[in-house]
């Protein structure tokens, strides 16, 4: 897998409706879709939740390679996760090698779950591909308002979040020209076993590390330059509204909520 493949925290700007929906609305219908995802107990309700996503990339005019992009990075995990369901759910035993048991329960839940975890990791890439790092800054710091009364540091966080989620991408940048630049001094990165490939990438370590502190460095110098205090008497040059589209794209999830919640019933009316 290639780094320019990573697009965890890539904003790609445009005028579509999902785009023009208030970063609030976003977060919140973000948070709603993964407790649906969450609540799904029959397969027919993926379909669903596969639906709205499709629908919403559509919509958005975000590229579908680009949810293969989104993850490409988790599949180790979804394969771990599918394996360790494979083998240690009990039930009608399909396949026996050994102390290894495959069950057909152990099948399903381990495609239903790798499924639910695809689902999961593109529904929640939209919300970063369609919102600027200001916008979801301005957006969390205001949902998480009421903390304030209770002395919790709600612009600080939001903008630790924000900035985080802005600098994986030159974080990526940075670290495929360093390899680039290692492997031309004749460094070999991809031979040999797990221990020699470990050991291949303290170079490449060491001064994206100096990089990411001299960033952090120049950031923060950039930021007392411009007087920035804080978010206390801040100011923002856009104010965020809520509007009609906002009302329609929760009431369409919602919808599928309803939807997801009657057909988890259906085993049982069988």
């Known amino acids: 897998m290639a780094l320019k493949d990573i697009t965890i925290g890539q904003y790609f700007p445009g005028h579509s409706f999902v785009h023009q929906v208030d970063p609030r609305m976003k977060i919140i219908i973000t948070f709603v879709y ?18 709205f996503l499709v629908v919403a990339y559509g919509v958005s005019g ?24 494979l083998f240690f759910i009990q039930g009608d035993t399909v396949f026996s090698l050994w102390i290894l ?3 057909r329960q152990g099948i399903s839940t381990a495609v239903f779950m790798a499924v639910r975890i695809l689902l999961l990791i593109a529904g929640t890439s939209l919300l970063t591909y369609t919102s600027s790092p200001i916008a979801l800054t301005d957006a969390i710091e205001q949902l998480f308002g009421p903390l304030k009364k209770l002395h919790f540091p709600v612009h600080e966080l939001a903008m630790m979040m924000t900035i985080a989620l802005r600098f994986i991408p030159t974080l990526i ?3 495929d020209k360093i390899m680039n630049a290692q492997k031309a001094r004749g460094a070999d990165m991809e031979s040999g076993g797990l221990m020699q490939r470990a050991k291949a ?7 994206l590390f100096v990089s990411a502190f001299r960033r952090a460095d120049e950031l923060a110098l950039a930021m007392e330059c411009r007087c920035y205090r804080g978010g206390e008497g801040r100011t923002r040059m856009r104010q965020l509204h809520y509007s009609f589209r906002d009302g329609v794209a929760l009431g369409v999830l919602i919808c599928c909520m309803v939807g997801i919640l009657l057909l988890n019933r259906l085993p049982a009316v069988l």
Do not use: C, Q, W
Request: no cysteine.
């Open 173 to 175: 940048e940075e670290t």
């Open 201 to 207: 990438l303290i170079p490449v370590l060491i001064p």
């Open 101 to 103: 048991r495959i069950s």
């Open 62 to 85: 975000i590229p579908y390679k680009m949810i293969l992009k989104s993850l490409k990075p988790m599949v180790p995990i979804i394969l771990f996760t599918g394996i360790l369901n």
């Open 34 to 51: 993964v407790v649906m995802l969450f609540m799904i107990d029959h397969p027919a309700g993926l379909l669903v939740g596969a639906l």
